[in-house]
Protein backbone atom coordinates (compact mmCIF):
# COMPACT_ATOMS: atom_id res chain seq x y z
CA UNK A 1 0.00 0.00 0.00
CA UNK A 2 1.03 3.57 -0.83
CA UNK A 3 -0.13 6.67 -0.48
CA UNK A 4 0.76 9.95 -1.83
CA UNK A 5 -0.48 13.03 -0.61
CA UNK A 6 0.21 16.91 -2.30
CA UNK A 7 -1.16 19.83 -2.37
CA UNK A 8 0.33 21.56 0.80
CA UNK A 9 1.47 24.82 0.61
CA UNK A 10 1.40 28.44 2.40
CA UNK A 11 -1.89 30.38 2.65
CA UNK A 12 -2.75 33.62 3.88
CA UNK A 13 -5.61 33.45 6.88
CA UNK A 14 -9.07 32.96 5.63
CA UNK A 15 -7.61 31.59 2.45
CA UNK A 16 -8.36 28.28 0.73
CA UNK A 17 -6.23 24.75 0.09
CA UNK A 18 -7.51 21.87 -1.42
CA UNK A 19 -5.02 18.58 -0.15
CA UNK A 20 -5.08 15.22 -2.44
CA UNK A 21 -3.95 11.63 -1.91
CA UNK A 22 -3.60 8.94 -4.04
CA UNK A 23 -3.07 5.45 -3.18
CA UNK A 24 -2.11 2.00 -4.36
CA UNK A 25 -1.89 -1.29 -4.10
CA UNK A 26 -4.95 -1.67 -2.35
CA UNK A 27 -8.88 -1.68 -3.04
CA UNK A 28 -9.49 1.83 -2.19
CA UNK A 29 -13.02 1.71 -3.41
CA UNK A 30 -13.65 -0.81 -0.09
CA UNK A 31 -11.60 1.34 2.37
CA UNK A 32 -12.20 3.96 4.93
CA UNK A 33 -9.93 7.15 4.07
CA UNK A 34 -8.99 9.41 6.71
CA UNK A 35 -7.04 12.56 7.17
CA UNK A 36 -5.05 13.32 10.36
CA UNK A 37 -2.68 16.25 11.03
CA UNK A 38 0.09 16.68 13.23
CA UNK A 39 0.88 20.52 14.47
CA UNK A 40 4.54 21.44 15.76
CA UNK A 41 4.40 19.94 19.99
CA UNK A 42 1.26 18.45 19.47
CA UNK A 43 -0.35 14.54 18.87
CA UNK A 44 -1.36 13.43 15.53
CA UNK A 45 -5.20 13.97 15.34
CA UNK A 46 -8.02 12.96 13.20
CA UNK A 47 -9.08 15.87 10.46
CA UNK A 48 -11.81 13.93 8.80
CA UNK A 49 -12.76 10.47 7.37
CA UNK A 50 -14.97 8.75 4.46
CA UNK A 51 -16.00 5.59 4.55
CA UNK A 52 -16.24 3.11 1.52
CA UNK A 53 -19.69 4.45 1.33
CA UNK A 54 -19.09 7.95 1.55
CA UNK A 55 -20.03 8.68 5.37
CA UNK A 56 -18.12 11.79 6.47
CA UNK A 57 -16.97 12.23 9.98
CA UNK A 58 -15.02 15.42 10.31
CA UNK A 59 -13.13 16.77 14.16
CA UNK A 60 -15.15 19.80 15.65
CA UNK A 61 -12.82 21.97 15.21
CA UNK A 62 -13.22 21.50 11.34
CA UNK A 63 -16.44 21.55 10.81
CA UNK A 64 -18.39 23.14 8.65
CA UNK A 65 -15.06 24.57 7.09
CA UNK A 66 -13.51 21.76 5.79
CA UNK A 67 -14.64 18.64 3.16
CA UNK A 68 -13.64 15.20 2.39
CA UNK A 69 -14.57 13.72 -0.78
CA UNK A 70 -13.16 10.64 -2.73
CA UNK A 71 -13.08 9.69 -6.17
CA UNK A 72 -13.02 5.94 -6.24
CA UNK A 73 -12.12 6.30 -10.10
CA UNK A 74 -9.22 7.71 -9.70
CA UNK A 75 -8.34 6.12 -6.28
CA UNK A 76 -7.63 9.88 -4.47
CA UNK A 77 -9.11 11.18 -1.75
CA UNK A 78 -9.44 14.61 -1.22
CA UNK A 79 -9.50 17.58 1.38
CA UNK A 80 -10.79 20.84 0.80
CA UNK A 81 -10.21 23.54 3.38
CA UNK A 82 -11.67 26.39 3.63
CA UNK A 83 -11.41 29.61 5.86
CA UNK A 84 -8.05 28.38 7.21
CA UNK A 85 -6.38 29.85 10.24
CA UNK A 86 -3.25 30.03 11.62
CA UNK A 87 -4.46 27.39 14.33
CA UNK A 88 -4.66 24.48 10.89
CA UNK A 89 -0.89 25.51 10.37
CA UNK A 90 0.28 21.44 10.52
CA UNK A 91 1.44 18.51 8.43
CA UNK A 92 -1.40 16.80 6.69
CA UNK A 93 -1.52 12.86 6.49
CA UNK A 94 -3.62 10.66 4.94
CA UNK A 95 -4.06 7.20 6.51
CA UNK A 96 -6.03 4.28 6.05
CA UNK A 97 -6.41 0.79 7.72
CA UNK A 98 -5.87 -2.17 5.50
CA UNK A 99 -4.73 -5.03 7.49
CA UNK A 100 -2.73 -2.71 9.50
CA UNK A 101 -2.79 1.07 9.38
CA UNK A 102 -0.95 3.23 6.58
CA UNK A 103 0.63 6.42 5.97
CA UNK A 104 1.73 8.64 3.11
CA UNK A 105 4.40 10.63 3.60
CA UNK A 106 2.81 14.38 4.68
CA UNK A 107 2.22 17.13 3.76
CA UNK A 108 2.85 20.83 5.15
CA UNK A 109 0.20 23.60 5.27
CA UNK A 110 1.04 26.87 6.51
CA UNK A 111 -1.41 29.09 7.26
CA UNK A 112 0.29 32.88 8.07
CA UNK A 113 0.14 36.13 6.55
Known amino acids: VQLQAFGGGLVQPGGSLRLSCKAS????????MAWYRQAPGKQRELVANITSSGTTNYADSVKGRFTISRDNARRTVHLEMTSLSPEDTAVYYCSTNYGRTYWGQGTLVTVSS
Open 25 to 32: GMVFSRST
